[in-house]
T-cell receptor, first 119, second 115 residues
Framework: AQTVTQSQPEMSVQEAETVTLSCTYDTSESDYYLFWYKQPPSRQMILVIRQEAYKQQNATENRFSVNFQKAAKSFSLKISDSQLGDAAMYFCAYRSAKAGGTSYGKLTFGQGTILTVHP | ETGVTQTPRHLVMGMTNKKSLKCEQHLGHNAMYWYKQSAKKPLELMFVYNFKEQTENNSVPSRFSPECPNSSHLFLHLHTLQPEDSALYLC?????FGQGPYEQYFGPGTRLTVT
């Protein structure tokens, strides 16, 4: 079974600075997807960024980028120019690329990292 | 944020009550999910429906009963719950055919308190 580990329960950053959130995962599969989700205090979980394992290029979305190290099974999220609105719980998630079977629809989440942004 | 809606947003119920949670997605997706989010625990997948058919029941107690009448609506019927069932219940939906990456879109959740 796949597992996702976020080793940082809490992180903090000054506004306009850069912060990196860590995520490692364990899988025997070679094809999969990785996601970072953000859950602000209002509780609506939103997708921040995604990475296909077959792509070597790291995904970027505006101020958000990932460092995907497939061999090390590491998938960290970098937030540049942090803003007060970035304060939230961040979840790393894994999803098998297999269609059907026991992996169907399953997102495996990490425990989450609470990010605080200081003005 | 209005792609997946959930009602009610907050629910307090006694252990002998029967209540239902509702989820609706306006994204044209074919798969819908129920998750349980408890404090200090990772999200737990409860049920998966694809094209109205249940494809996953993640060892959920029978006091939780899902219903999916069509690809846009999902219900979670609750009866004789326990205090440890108090949690945030999240609904999500996704496209589950064709090319991935099949990202899931979440609703705002129902905060359930069992007294």
């Amino acid at each position: 079974a796949q597992t996702v580990t976020q080793s940082q329960p809490e992180m903090s950053v000054q506004e306009a600075e850069t912060v990196t959130l860590s995520c490692t995962y364990d899988t025997s599969e070679s094809d999969y997807y990785l996601f970072w989700y953000k859950q602000p205090p209002s509780r609506q979980m939103i997708l921040v960024i995604r990475q296909e394992a077959y792509k070597q290029q790291n995904a970027t979305e505006n101020r958000f980028s990932v460092n995907f190290q497939k061999a090390a099974k590491s998938f960290s999220l970098k937030i540049s120019d942090s803003q007060l609105g970035d304060a939230a719980m961040y979840f790393c998630a894994y999803r098998s690329a297999k269609a059907g079977g026991t992996s169907y629809g399953k997102l495996t989440f990490g425990q989450g990292t609470i990010l605080t942004v200081h003005p | 944020e209005t792609g997946v809606t959930q009602t009610p947003r907050h629910l307090v119920m006694g252990m002998t009550n029967k209540k239902s949670l509702k989820c609706e997605q306006h994204l044209g997706h074919n798969a819908m999910y129920w998750y349980k989010q408890s404090a200090k625990k990772p999200l737990e997948l409860m049920f998966v429906y694809n094209f109205k058919e249940q494809t996953e029941n993640n060892s959920v107690p029978s006091r939780f009963s899902p219903e999916c009448p069509n690809s846009s609506h999902l219900f979670l019927h609750l009866h004789t719950l326990q205090p440890e069932d108090s949690a945030l219940y999240l609904c999500a939906s996704s496209v589950e055919f064709g090319q991935g990456p099949y990202e899931q879109y979440f609703g705002p959740g129902t905060r359930l308190t069992v007294t």
